[in-house]
């Protein structure tokens, strides 16, 4: 049997995340262990895949010009949106050879009807070069939701929040690429030696301009890497690297890490403690807790104990009072799109304000374990303020035990301070302010 190129295993992924509404990254996973592909190839695939979902409203919307009505199996629809992704948004694929391949796979999978349709609709649009200004009819709003692919309501939701201006940054910005980020871990090495060990491999690799902790390259394998291995650095990207510097802990402390895999945070705090104190780092999975203790096996960290649990029983396990607690609580992750494409089909209003209400209750589960005078650090990765400054808000409101901490800016470097006003307590990394995840952190203070 002859072997599948990239287009045709690309294409059974999206067919398999259409047809079973499964998340891409764990089919791509799948079908990338499965398949033996030079690393160029298994780069395309992955890029035609997300590329392909992320793209979709506008790919739809374009295709509806030349099949609005008729009836196209699943299959069919996404070989075409594949196709048309590859003409309008990849550069260094001719365009024959788009149709080309497309048509023969439609031979090889159909018949030569469905062949002659998927040519014919890829030529007319070839030949429409007018085909991607217009795409959206209706307000501005409709018109950025096509031009963008976000999902209307999402898009709405947005503007009235940020305003059309930044709405359209942060979209822009979920559609790029995200990049390979690194944390270096400072247990064994500093950013500058690692830096220049990683230079021959990734001649392109930078310092973050986010954390002191962070490094930025351009593709790669980087958890593939013997460094890697070695445990001198951790995959994280930038935006999350701020949340374990915004709890000020020091060497010595307890600190509760109540939703912690798969440890990438922990990890980080146990490098800013110096390997003293204790972390307890809590997970409902078992499995999640086996990653979190084989991160930090990795990393030559012994300062954690990881545990299962559900953070909302944390209170019943005895555990005593904590000096520091993060809760990077479970979110729609709409500040990971670009890495989750999948997320912003797949999610309602309804599924926000649900969110929010299990993101309070998890607050105020675990901030019953925080000792007086202690830091709790609430973080999310999603840019919505229903579920990020309003729980905030509403549980100091209704405890008045806890107050914000303006002191927060004090902790977080002042590149980030510059662009984000942390005075307040909070901050909001939106995707297009450091080309990073959109995060959310915010820091409460438990009165003494």
């Not at 299959?75 to 149709?99: E, T």
């Amino acid at each position: 049997m002859a072997k599948k190129g990239a287009r045709d295993i690309a294409l059974d992924v999206l067919n398999r995340v259409e047809e079973h509404q499964s998340y891409s990254n764990l089919e791509l996973k799948h079908v990338l262990d499965r398949e033996e592909l030079r690393a160029p190839d298994a780069g395309l695939v992955t890029e035609l895949v997300y590329g392909t979902i992320q793209r979709r409203l506008t790919l739809d919307a374009a295709l509806d010009r030349f099949i609005r009505g008729k009836k196209v199996q699943t299959w069919v629809k996404n070989l075409l949106r594949l196709s048309l992704y590859q003409i309008r948004f990849l550069d260094r694929i001719p365009d024959r050879a788009v149709v080309h391949e497309a048509v023969e796979i439609a031979k090889r999978r159909g018949h030569q009807g469905i062949a002659s349709m998927v040519n014919g609709v890829l030529r007319n649009a070839l030949r429409s070069p007018d085909l991607w200004d217009k795409l959206g009819s209706g307000d501005a709003v409709e018109r950025l939701s096509v031009e963008q692919s976000h999902p209307e309501w999402l898009v709405r939701r947005w503007t009235a929040q940020y305003g059309i201006e930044a709405t359209r940054l942060i979209c822009e910005s979920n559609n790029r690429p995200p990049r390979t980020s690194i944390r270096v871990n400072t247990l064994k090495t500093t950013r500058d030696e690692l830096l220049g060990k990683l230079k021959q491999q990734f001649p392109q690799a930078v310092p973050s301009a986010v954390s002191p902790d962070g490094l930025v390259m351009e593709g790669g394998h980087a958890a593939g890497m013997e460094l890697f291995r070695q445990g001198y650095f951790t995959v994280q990207d930038e935006s999350s690297m701020l949340v374990a510097p915004s709890l000020a802990v020091a060497p010595g402390m307890r600190v509760l890490d109540a939703c912690a895999a798969p440890g990438g945070k922990t990890t980080h705090i146990a490098a800013l403690m110096k390997n003293e104190g204790e972390i307890i780092a809590s997970d409902v999975h078992p499995h999640k807790r086996d990653l979190i203790a084989q991160n930090a096996k990795r990393l030559g960290i012994t300062m954690i104990e990881p545990i299962v649990s559900d953070a909302l029983a944390l209170g019943e396990k005895k555990l005593g009072l904590f000096d520091r607690i993060l809760l990077d609580a479970p979110c729609t992750g709409f500040g990971v799109i670009r890495r989750k494409p999948d997320l912003k089909w797949n999610k309602t209003p309804d599924d926000v304000k649900a969110i929010a209400e299990l993101q309070y209750r998890l607050l105020q589960s675990v901030a019953e374990l925080l000792a007086p005078g202690g830091l709790l650090v609430y973080s999310t990765c999603t840019i919505e303020p229903e579920e990020n400054e309003m729980v905030v808000r509403r549980f100091v409101q209704n405890h008045p035990a806890f107050e914000l901490d303006g002191t927060l800016a004090d902790d977080l470097p002042k590149s980030v301070c510059d662009k984000i006003n942390a005075a307040k307590g909070f901050v909001q990394v939106l995707p297009h302010h450091f080309e990073s995840d959109g995060f959310f952190i915010a820091r409460l203070k438990r009165k003494a």
